[in-house]
């Protein structure tokens, strides 16, 4: 039959389908296809959409185990591609799978040899079958079946030689253990990590199910058959093909409709998957009725509440009461599984990743992204996970609230009373802010401290406007919230608009104080210099400029004469003038980057730039325990860049190694969220640093170990935007450091995951577009930069066509746009070449 486009699935034609599909069914195996082109007239579509239906049928009916299987025939004993075939396992649409042993007696080996049925050898399915062994070859998983052979007998029987998983379905493994729903969670999170790295790899499985999962005898969870899966994309281009080979019980809707393939059809099936092995039912009624599932690719048939089907039976196969299961199956987890198998796929999870990381929070008690995420519903979830340490919040608050009563009573003087509330409220910014910033997700308790705070402090200044004290802990109060809510570079929550508006304040009472008003001085310094970051990274470079000037004066009185015991955010007077001199040259050399005809200001620039770098190494070395300042690395790398000069690169290195070594310092000495973060990220940017000398091998060791750091506190702050972004940043350093070593393919995994996590980012936060943008032309770019350098031209073109979209909306410099249109042309040119030799 020859390959022919897929007819829209209309009513009247899937009656039509559903009549042939029946008739065919009670025909034996050999009349049928005769039977089929009578019946459809030619029409080879119709033909192909009920041959998928019969051959999916039988494949969920066919399945025996051994103990099943017939007598095993003239086969016992043959030879194929040096192994001896023993028995049957089972056979499908596809093909017999046999247990075999090497028959050359080198070395003892039991091995599944998968041989494609006789009816099935033709040359559309014989190039089927060589894309199933093509694809196993690429997949290196623990919880994958590895291919180990395959080739075509001296009987012309195509062949695939597979690790033997001597084990039972995951459902039945389950059951037999009585294992808990969280247990049985845990196993399936496993298989979702199999999953992702196949997908990663743009394979898609598209015939999960628990057959298709089996458990060795150590509990490790083996994902088999991937002979239905397809890759995404071949050169770059969708393919699709005429045999939607699956299984319609856990058949997405839109697999069902022969549409081009997605990861969604896996998340679907997934969810199905995962609904059984937690209800231990099919949620769309009758699964042995063919209908019930095809019925599901016309029109949404909603799946039944899964404490609905609850029995005695299925709670005691999962060792707890039927009361229990159900009341446990109307919370978070009945969620995560309805999204997960929504029949639009466009509600579903976007990824498997998304899933898995729902049913991870899930197990640890953390608000599911299923749910709605209201402010009741996620400080519930923060309660169940942190009772004793809001027991302990609750009564340090209550502590509050008496102590300033007391102070109310006792001294009945309005002055006294202010003095008392600025005092305390000055300790909750200091001490206990500090100690609660350092419980992991306790980024919402530290915005109820601080806005509390300013809150009681907001209502005292109007009675005591001329209070330098009151006025500086106030000042301190917005630079702390707006540092939560969206400070660069931060744990934050991304909030960048609300940020600006309490800097903006903070600056407004501190310009107000005296010139000998040292702490307020830094405090309106520190917030101009904030606020001109924010700007910068929205692109507003000339803004950003002219703020930073305006904090220059004050921070160069700051730096000649503060007394030298003065500190800002721990760091010294002289920190924080070369912090804004290298602000300020970062954010000039990123707006002439943009137009690089204008040498004199580039000139200007680097001037400016240079003799910043001169001071920040004079002080470094005056005071050698100062924290390292990542800009002075940054600088170093955009100078490598605009001047051609390798040795800024070196320089760079250097001055990020600094960083680090400081950062990491204060993570080990005072560990908490930011710290840490601090930490990961500093040796995130040495990784970066590294990358552009050249030394891959290096570069992963700095980015594994950043990875690590950061992963955690991306994990424990779901709500900071910064944190999340942080984590893309994390995965794109492994990807260029991977791609500098040479190490393309390994460079493609945690690329892919940089970019699906962009992407997540991007549906749940607004953010700074800018930034985003700008991180997302970076991934893209070291994507193409890795597909073409495992000679895929066409995923390569279109890696790079997004960079270059990005790049060109986002602040990047005529440098990079330059090199990936260099790079895309180099991609395009390849495709091309290869085309024509096909």
């Known amino acids: 039959m020859r390959e022919a486009d897929t007819a829209p699935l209309t009513a009247d034609r899937w009656q039509r389908i559903a009549a042939i599909f029946h008739a065919a069914l009670e025909l034996p195996e050999s009349d049928r296809v005769p039977f089929l082109e009578r019946t459809c007239a030619g029409d080879d579509a119709l033909i192909g959409e009920v041959l998928d239906l019969l051959s999916a049928f039988d494949d969920a009916k066919s399945f025996r185990p051994p103990a099943e299987t017939p007598e095993f025939g003239g086969r016992r004993g043959e030879i194929i591609g040096g192994y001896r075939l023993e028995a049957e396992l089972g056979h499908g649409g596809m093909g017999t799978v046999y247990l075999a042993n090497r028959a050359d007696g080198q070395f003892e080996q039991q091995v599944a040899l998968k041989v494609v049925s006789p009816h099935l050898r033709t040359r559309f399915f014989a190039e089927r079958f060589r894309s199933e062994r093509q694809i196993l070859a690429t997949l290196s998983h623990p919880n994958i079946t590895r291919l180990l052979d395959g080739g075509v007998s001296g009987s012309g029987d195509p062949y695939l030689v597979m690790e033997y998983v001597d084990g039972q379905p995951i459902d039945r493994y389950c059951d037999q253990r009585l ?20 997908h ?163 197990l640890t008690g953390q608000p599911v992204l299923a749910r709605e995420q209201t402010l009741l519903y996620r400080g519930a979830r923060f309660a169940k996970r942190h009772r004793w340490r809001l027991a302990a919040a609750a009564v340090v608050a209550a502590a509050l609230c008496v102590s300033i009563l007391v102070a109310v009573r006792q001294y009945g003087r309005e002055q006294r009373r202010i003095v008392q509330v600025r005092n305390l409220s000055q300790s909750y910014l200091g001490d206990i802010l500090s100690e ?75 310009a107000l104080a005296s010139d000998r008003d040292w702490e307020s001085l830094a405090a309106l310094v520190r917030a101009r210099r904030t606020i001109a970051q924010i700007e910068a990274r929205a692109g507003e470079e000339s803004e950003a400029v002219a703020e930073l000037n305006s904090a220059l004066e004050p921070a160069t009185r700051l730096w000649r004469n503060a007394p030298p015991g003065l500190r800002v955010d721990g760091q010294s007077a002289a920190a924080l003038y070369v912090e804004t ?99 990961g990220d500093a040796l995130g940017e040495l990784s970066w640093a590294l990358h552009w000398t050249g030394d891959g091998e290096q570069a992963i060791q700095e980015a594994l170990q950043a990875l690590s750091l950061i992963a955690p506190v991306s994990k424990a702050e779901p709500d900071s935007v910064e944190a999340q972004q942080d984590l893309a940043y994390a995965y794109m350093h492994l990807g260029a450091a991977e791609n500098t070593a040479g190490r393309y393919v390994q460079a493609i995994g945690p690329l892919r995951t940089a970019e699906a996590r962009m992407q997540a980012l991007r549906q749940t936060s607004a953010g700074d577009p800018l930034e985003a943008r700008g991180l997302e032309a970076d991934i893209e770019r070291e994507l193409g930069d890795a597909l073409l350098g495992t000679n895929q031209p066409g995923a390569a073109a279109q890696a790079l066509g997004k960079a270059l979209a990005a790049a060109q909306r986002s602040p990047k410099s005529a440098y990079w746009i330059t090199y990936i249109q260099r790079q895309l042309a180099k991609a395009r040119s390849l495709r091309m070449a290869s085309t024509h030799q096909k």
């Not at 399936?188 to 790295?197: G, N, W």
């Open 200 to 362: 990663r790899k743009l394979v898609v499985h598209r015939d999960l199910k628990p057959a298709n999962v089996l458990m060795t005898s150590d509990g490790l969870p083996k994902l088999l058959d991937f002979g239905t899966a397809r890759l995404l994309a071949a050169d770059g281009v969708e393919a699709t093909t005429r045999l939607h080979a699956m299984t319609m019980r856990y058949a997405s809707p839109e697999q069902l409709r022969g549409e081009p393939v997605s990861t969604s059809m896996d998340v679907y099936s997934l969810g199905v998957t995962l609904y059984e092995l937690v209800v231990g039912a099919w949620p769309f009624g009758n699964p042995e009725s063919p209908m019930a599932g095809l019925e599901r690719a016309l029109r949404e048939v909603a799946p039944a509440p899964p404490q609905s089907l609850v029995t005695e039976e299925s709670a005691r196969l999962r060792s707890t009461s039927q009361a229990k299961l159900a009341s446990l199956l109307h919370g978070d987890l009945r969620s995560v599984m309805l999204k997960a198998i929504e029949s639009d796929a466009r509600r579903r999870y976007s990824s498997v990743e998304q899933f898995s990381e729902d049913l991870r929070r899930w």
């Open 179 to 198: 294992l808990t729903v969280a247990d049985r969670v845990r196993l399936f999170v496993q298989v979702c990590s199999a999953v992702e790295y196949a």
């Open 436 to 510: 609660v910033g350092k419980l992991p997700g306790s980024m919402k308790a530290r915005l109820l401290i601080v806005d509390r705070a300013r809150r009681n402090l907001d209502q005292l200044l109007p009675e005591a406007p001329n209070d330098p004290e009151l006025r500086r802990v106030l000042e301190a109060a917005y630079l702390q919230l707006g540092d939560i809510q969206g400070k660069p570079f931060t744990v934050s929550l991304g909030d960048t608009a609300g940020a600006l508006e309490s800097y903006g304040k903070a600056e407004k009472m501190a």
């Open 581 to 679: 001199n290298l602000t300020l040259g970062y954010t000039m050399l990123k707006a002439v980057e943009r137009t690089p005809g204008d040498v004199p200001q580039l000139q200007r620039v680097l001037a400016q730039l240079r003799r910043t770098v001169g001071i920040a190494e004079q002080i470094h070395a005056a005071h050698p325990s100062q924290r390292g300042n990542q800009y002075m690395g940054f600088v170093l790398e955009y100078l490598g860049n605009a001047t051609g000069d390798s040795g800024y690169f070196t320089e760079a290195v250097a001055a990020h190694r600094r960083t680090t070594d400081s950062a990491c310092g204060a993570f080990a000495k005072d560990p908490g969220p930011q710290t840490q973060r601090d930490c």
